[in-house]
């Protein structure tokens, strides 16, 4: 079976793709900050097949060459590494320069490396809409829509900037050096944690059952964790994938969720009134058309919300009352 790296390997996302892609099985190169961290490796090295086919790699986004060993032999290299979070003092710092140095970083080390096949790359839905485009409900976000830098400077919404940039620097790239590349632009990601720490997409669900008075004003896009990851194999597997793929099951108003929880979880303490007083933010929706003529078959908003809580419960982020 083929070789392939996974960047950022000990994340929310690539750790499942880590684990399907053992379960297929590929050898797999995986590159982590810090090889002696438990926290980063130990439940990668749990896997089914990791003591025959994983391989831990240190490699440092912002360190130009680093992530040469890890690449080399590789028939296919997913880049999923990438910080999110929404509070930073130091944008560049924090987001920004891991975002695009990291992706081009990745690449120049593709570009230096003829087995490779197939870049993956794991972009965000936030890189199409934040655009000054209105988005109302019967609109459809698709693969043509881009996220326009200014104005995501304009709203200081850095991660949206940190993706966008990104994603256009690496198309430029690759088709300047002739790479073939695959992005993958999911919504806010749920399902269950792999990992023992808590990220972004996942704490959001944690603040809206573990007491929170309020819910935001704002509509969002979610998708099951285990469909993102199938969703960059099969981007990889598959000959003529090419370009990017929106991967969003549904999009909600906060309202929306808390009420899907509350039918699911009659005795939560969940928020009952929204942060502002304002009128709800609009939903739209997302095209699922190329997801789906990739074979993506999407986990129900509902379930991934399920799966989500019961994950949160099992690692002892939450404790029902």
Known sequence: MKTVCV????????SWLVKFLLLRGYTVKASVRDTNDP???QHLLELDGAKERLHLVKADLLEEGSFDAVIDGCDGVFHTASPFFNATNDPQADLIDPALKGTMNVLRSCAKTPSVK????TSSIVATFANGKPRTPEVVVDETWWSDPEFCRQIQQWYMLSKTLAEDAAWKFVREKGIDMVAINPAMVIGPLLQPTLNTSSATILNLINGAETYPNFTVGWVNVKDVANAHILAFENPSANGRYCVVESVTHYSETVKILHELYPTLQLPEKCADDKPFMSTYQVSKERAKSLGVEFTPFKESLKETVESLTEKN???AT
């Open 118 to 121: 197939r870049v993956v790359l």
């Open 7 to 14: 960047t950022g390997a000990s994340g929310y996302i690539a």
């Open 317 to 319: 982020f939450f404790k």
């Open 39 to 41: 926290k980063k490796t």
